[in-house]
């Protein structure tokens, strides 16, 4: 699985840190949703994979405060919120969407 995730270009602990963020957030919810379930551990992990490494360097080349960049905790920790943040934002989205373009009633 380390090749894989080496082929892709993503490390494996920022993976597990964004579907850690994903389950909290499927699992945080009042209305569980088998669509939920699946859906958020994995696009949790896969914003994380891909956005956790852009976001830290941001932060650190725009001087913002945070811990050492260089830590492995600093990057996870990004990760996981990353993960988490990713699909209440998705749920957004789609709220949106299915507003928009739901057929209305009569």
Same mark, same amino acid.
């Given at each position: 699985?380390? *090749?894989?995730?080496?082929?892709?270009?993503?490390?494996?602990?920022?993976?597990?840190?964004?579907?850690?963020?994903?389950?909290?957030?499927?699992?945080?919810?009042?209305?569980?949703?088998?669509? *939920?379930?699946?859906a958020s551990p994995?696009?949790?992990?896969?914003a994380a994979a891909?956005?956790?490494?852009?976001?830290?360097?941001?932060?650190?080349?725009?001087?913002?405060?945070?811990?050492?960049?260089?830590?492995d905790t600093t990057?996870?920790?990004?990760?996981?919120?990353?993960?988490?943040?990713?699909?209440?934002?998705?749920?957004?989205?789609? *709220?949106?969407?299915?507003?928009?373009?739901?057929?209305?009633? *009569?």
């Amino acid at each position: 699985m380390h *090749e894989l995730f080496d082929l892709l270009g993503i490390k494996g602990p920022v993976v597990a840190a964004g579907l850690a963020g994903g389950v909290l957030r499927a699992l945080s919810r009042h209305r569980y949703k088998v669509r *939920e379930m699946v859906a958020s551990p994995i696009c949790g992990a896969l914003a994380a994979a891909y956005l956790t490494l852009p976001v830290v360097t941001y932060f650190k080349a725009t001087g913002l405060p945070i811990p050492d960049p260089a830590n492995d905790t600093t990057t996870l920790a990004a990760a996981f919120l990353i993960g988490v943040s990713a699909m209440w934002i998705s749920d957004i989205l789609f *709220e949106f969407i299915m507003r928009k373009f739901k057929p209305t009633g *009569e």
